[in-house]
């Protein structure tokens, strides 16, 4: 089969690859990228396992042809934090039960980090639409809104901690 060249900016890095002209991001990020943090948990735009970042918005990569998106900052959820540390999101989920089963939770923090990074303080009914294209299999939603209410209220946290900015 043909190949073409793609360059592809995944979690701060440029990679080039070679790829069937129609190859989807989920495929070209798990089997040539080697980020398998992004999950196929369906084949129809369902479910939501797949979501990643581009430019700061959720997008279902199970749908979505890698080579449109060489001009695009994609983040996968294995780059949402710097190495070593953890976004509060993740801290968020990993402290209020979010993170059950592990397959549908990478959707979840990236829909949920593409919720904060538009709305910081959005009501209980806000993040339940925003997460309504994400699938929990063992239904635990109630814990998956309490991990994002703790998930905003540990980035204030931070915020809060920050040095004040020092005037001229
Ligand atoms: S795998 Fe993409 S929405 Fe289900
Ligand atoms: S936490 Fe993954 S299916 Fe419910």
């Known amino acids: 089969m043909n190949k073409e060249l793609i360059r592809l900016k995944v979690n701060g890095e440029v990679h080039e690859v070679a790829v069937p002209p129609h190859k989807l991001l989920l495929d070209v990020l798990r089997e040539d990228l080697g980020l398998t943090g992004a999950k196929r948990g369906c084949d129809d735009s369902s479910c939501g396992c797949c979501a990643v970042l581009v430019d700061s918005v959720a997008i279902l990569s199970c749908v979505a042809i890698a080579s449109c998106y060489q001009d695009a900052e994609i983040v ?3 780059g949402i934090a710097p190495p070593g540390t953890l976004d509060p999101v993740q801290e968020g989920y990993a402290l209020a039960g979010g993170a059950q089963c592990g397959y549908c939770t990478p959707g ?5 980090k593409a919720l904060l990074a538009r709305h910081p303080h959005p009501t209980l009914e806000e993040i339940r639409v925003a ?3 994400n699938l929990c299999r063992c239904t635990g939603y109630m814990q998956i ?3 994002v ?8 946290a931070r915020e809060a901690a920050k040095p004040a900015p020092v005037g001229r």
Do not use: K, P
């Open 76 to 78: 996968t959820v294995e």
């Open 145 to 147: 809104y309490e991990s």
């Open 131 to 133: 997460l309504s294209s």
């Open 108 to 112: 979840f923090l990236i829909c949920t």
């Open 149 to 156: 209410q703790l998930a905003i209220e540990r980035a204030q």
